[in-house]
């Protein structure tokens, strides 16, 4: 009688963060990411100083929107952390996060050309902050779907489906802007305000995303045995 042995694997098991760690991270970065697209009004600023309002006081305020940046990255660390290792999602994820970041740099160098080409720079500057904000969002939804084919939960699925549709919306809408920004058409202003209330959407159903892995049970991510026995399957 033959017997089967067990295939024996050196090493450990990185420690992933517990469920009410990640979740709290996630909680936390969502109220910047929000508000930092309102507060202050840097795309109200930023349509006054490319309709050359640049007396204007509120033209002040034209500036990338760094509190939603903040956010973002906070968001970042949660979502990684959440979906480390888990294959092509996570990968995806670190991709997207990092290509944020840099367009948000990328946004702030911009910003300062601005009075050598007011077309050419602000509608720049508006493209990498745009894109930031899609990737930022990106990072989200590949979270939400890794969570969503972990759990099969349809709701957690629903969620990353309208992520996906109002991210790719918003994504066109700002790309409109851009354009007739660098045409100079004063048009571009009511494209970048609907771009930010889609963005603010989108954000809004990641943060619910955040709440279905919040309250689902199926996912055991709270660590009740030692790290090194902890599976993902």
Same mark, same amino acid.
Request: contains cysteine.
């Given at each position: 009688?033959?017997?089967?042995?067990?295939q024996q694997i050196t090493g450990s098991i990185e420690p992933?963060?517990?469920?009410?760690?990640?979740?709290?991270?996630?909680?936390?970065?969502?109220?910047?990411?929000?508000?930092?697209?309102?507060?202050?009004?840097?795309?109200?600023?930023?349509?006054?100083?490319l309709l050359g309002s640049t007396g204007s006081s509120s033209?002040?305020?034209?500036?990338?929107?760094?509190?939603?940046?903040?956010?973002?990255?906070?968001?970042?660390?949660?979502?990684? #952390?959440?979906?480390?290792?888990?294959?092509?999602?996570?990968?995806?994820?670190?991709?997207?996060?990092?290509?944020?970041?840099?367009?948000?740099?990328?946004?702030?160098?911009?910003?300062?050309?601005?009075?050598?080409?007011?077309?050419?720079?602000?509608?720049?500057?508006?493209?990498?902050?745009?894109?930031?904000?899609?990737?930022?969002?990106?990072?989200?939804?590949?979270?939400?779907?890794?969570?969503? #084919?972990?759990?099969?939960?349809?709701?957690?699925?629903?969620?990353?489906?309208?992520i996906l549709v109002i991210g790719s919306i918003a994504l066109?809408?700002?790309?409109?802007?851009?354009?007739?920004?660098?045409?100079?058409?004063?048009?571009?202003?009511?494209?970048?305000?609907?771009?930010?209330?889609?963005?603010?959407?989108?954000?809004?159903?990641?943060?619910?995303?955040?709440?279905?892995?919040?309250?689902?049970?199926?996912?055991?991510?709270?660590?009740?045995?030692?790290?090194? #026995?902890?599976?993902?399957?």
């Open positions: 009688m033959s017997i089967t042995l067990k992933r963060w517990p469920k009410k760690k990640v979740v709290k991270w996630l909680e936390w970065g969502a109220v910047p990411a929000i508000l930092g697209l309102w507060l202050p009004d840097w795309s109200g600023a930023y349509i006054q100083l033209s002040l305020l034209a500036f990338p929107p760094v509190i939603t940046f903040i956010g973002a990255v906070i968001l970042f660390i949660g979502c990684t #952390e959440g979906i480390k290792d888990m294959g092509w999602h996570y990968k995806a994820a670190l991709w997207s996060s990092w290509i944020a970041i840099a367009l948000a740099g990328l946004s702030f160098v911009f910003h300062f050309l601005i009075p050598q080409d007011t077309a050419l720079f602000g509608a720049l500057t508006i493209l990498s902050i745009g894109l930031a904000a899609f990737f930022a969002t990106g990072v989200l939804w590949l979270t939400i779907i890794k969570v969503a #084919e972990i759990s099969a939960e349809t709701r957690t699925t629903i969620t990353g489906y309208i066109l809408s700002g790309a409109i802007s851009v354009v007739l920004i660098y045409f100079q058409q004063p048009l571009f202003a009511y494209f970048l305000r609907l771009t930010i209330v889609l963005f603010t959407v989108a954000f809004a159903f990641c943060r619910y995303g955040v709440y279905c892995y919040k309250t689902q049970q199926s996912i055991g991510a709270g660590f009740t045995t030692p790290p090194d #026995e902890q599976f993902w399957i």
